[in-house]
C-alpha cells in the first residue's frame, strides 16, 4: 500500500488504481487559477502566460494529473457528442426522452461524421465532474444536457472551461452562449394550465418527480400565473415509483382535494387516473388529470389521457443542428450533392412545437 509523503502532500503517484482521478478542477484549486486557464495551458492553447503555463503543469505532474489512453488518441480532433442524461429517481423521464432525443441527433450529426455518445450518471454533481474530465481528456467535441436543473453545475463548469454545451430545456434560447438552450416552440405548457383554469379549476396539483427540474419549474409556473391569486397550486414531488402512489392516493383522499392534477410524465398521470378510481371519483367529472408527456399508453388508457405531445426525435434533429452550428462546421460530409460554398444557415431545422392535445380526461369540475 502506498501513502502519500510529506514531500509530495498532494502527489498521487503510485496511488490505488481505484482512487479518484485527479481533475483539473483539482488542478485548478492547487493551482490558485481557473479552471480554463488550467485546459489552455494542459492542452497547450494560447491565452496564459509561460509562467503560468509552467507553474499549472508543475502543479498537476505534483497532483498526478494525467490524461487516460483514449484521450491522447483523440486530444487533436475529438469527433463525437455526448448525450448527459440522469437517472437519480424511478420516476424521472429524462432516459426516456433521451433516447428519443438520441435518435433523432445521430443522423444529423452522422452526416457530418460526428459519432454520438450516451453517459448516464447519478446526479447532476457527477455529471459535472464526468463533463470536466472528458473536456480535459478530448473525449468529446461537445456536450448536451437533456434534464437541465436550476443551478446546474453542468452550466457551470462548461461557462469556466468554455466547454460548448447544449441544454434541452425550457428558457431563453441562446444559441451562442456556453451553456445554450433549445426546446420546443410554442407555450404548450402555459396553454394547458390556461386550458384548467378556463375550465374552471381553481384547485389544481401539480404532481413531478424533481420540482427544481426547469420543465417542472416551467410547468409550475405556467400554472401559477395562468390561475393568479385566487387559484391554489400545490406542486407535489414524487421520486419513485411508490411515492407516486402513495402521493397520488393521499392527494385524493380527502375533500379539499384539488379538482384537476396536472403532471411531468405519462407514468405519474396513470397514477393518478388508479387513486381516483379506488377513491370511486369519476373522472373527469370529479377529477381532471393532464399529462405533461404523451405516448401511446395515454391513448390507449380509458378515458385517453389529455396530453402534451412533446416529439422528442423531432427535437433531437434540431439539437443536433445546434451543435452542429455551435462547432462552427460546415455542410454535411454525407451530402457531396451541396456545394461546401454555398450560403448555410446558423440551424436548419426549425423547433418542432409540442401541442396540448383535448382528451377524456379534462372537463370542468362539478361545482363550475
Known amino acids: 500500500m502506498t501513502t502519500n509523503s510529506s514531500a509530495h502532500p498532494a502527489s498521487h503517484r503510485g496511488a490505488d488504481p481505484g482512487a479518484r482521478r485527479t481533475t483539473i478542477t483539482d488542478v485548478a484549486r ?29 502543479t498537476a505532474a505534483d497532483l ?15 469527433r463525437s457528442v455526448a448525450l448527459q442524461v440522469v437517472h437519480a429517481t424511478e420516476g424521472a423521464a429524462g432516459p426516456t426522452r433521451a433516447l428519443a432525443l438520441a435518435a433523432g441527433m445521430r443522423t444529423v450529426l452522422a452526416e457530418h461524421a460526428l459519432a454520438l455518445g450516451i453517459e448516464v450518471t447519478g446526479d447532476r454533481d ?5 463533463l470536466e474530465t472528458g473536456w480535459s481528456e478530448r473525449r468529446h467535441a461537445a456536450y448536451v444536457v437533456v434534464d437541465a436543473h436550476a443551478r446546474d453545475p453542468r452550466v457551470r ?12 430545456a425550457p428558457g431563453p434560447a441562446d444559441a451562442d452562449a456556453p451553456g445554450a438552450r433549445t426546446w420546443f416552440a410554442g407555450d404548450a405548457d ?29 410547468v409550475v409556473a405556467a400554472a401559477r400565473d395562468a390561475g393568479g391569486p385566487e387559484t391554489r397550486v400545490d ?29 411531468d410524465t405519462d407514468v405519474t398521470a ?28 395515454c391513448r390507449l388508457v ?21 451543435v452542429v452550428a455551435r462547432l462552427g462546421l460546415g455542410r454535411p460530409v454525407a451530402r457531396p450533392d451541396v456545394d461546401p460554398a454555398a450560403p448555410r444557415p446558423a440551424v436548419d431545422r426549425e423547433r418542432p412545437a409540442a401541442r396540448l392535445l383535448l382528451r377524456g380526461t379534462t372537463a370542468p369540475p362539478r361545482s363550475a
Request: hydrophobic share 45%; charged share 25%.
Open 190 to 218: 402555459a396553454r394547458a394550465a390556461r386550458y384548467l383554469v378556463e375550465l374552471g379549476h381553481r384547485r389544481i396539483a401539480v404532481l413531478v418527480s424533481d420540482a427544481q427540474d426547469e420543465q417542472a419549474r416551467a
Open 302 to 322: 380509458a378515458p385517453a389521457l389529455t396530453a402534451v405531445h412533446r416529439p422528442f426525435e423531432r427535437l433531437g434533429a434540431h439539437v443536433a443542428d445546434v
Open 235 to 263: 406542486v407535489v414531488e414524487c421520486r419513485t415509483w411508490e411515492e407516486t402512489r402513495t402521493r397520488a392516493a393521499r392527494l385524493v383522499a380527502h375533500d379539499a382535494r384539488p379538482t384537476a392534477v396536472l403532471t
Open 126 to 130: 457527477e455529471g459535472a465532474r464526468e
Open 270 to 297: 396513470l397514477a393518478v387516473l388508479e387513486a381516483g378510481r379506488s377513491q370511486g371519483l369519476e373522472v373527469p367529472w370529479d377529477l381532471s388529470v393532464l399529462s405533461g408527456e404523451d405516448s401511446a399508453t
Open 64 to 78: 498526478g494529473w494525467r490524461p487516460s489512453v483514449a484521450a491522447r488518441s483523440l486530444r487533436t480532433s475529438a
Open 30 to 58: 492547487a493551482a490558485g487559477v481557473s479552471i480554463a486557464v488550467v485546459s489552455y495551458a494542459l492542452n497547450a492553447r494560447p491565452g496564459v502566460s509561460e509562467r503560468t503555463r509552467r507553474h499549472v503543469l508543475r
Open 157 to 168: 463548469v462548461a461557462r469556466e472551461a468554455s466547454i460548448p454545451l447544449v441544454q434541452v
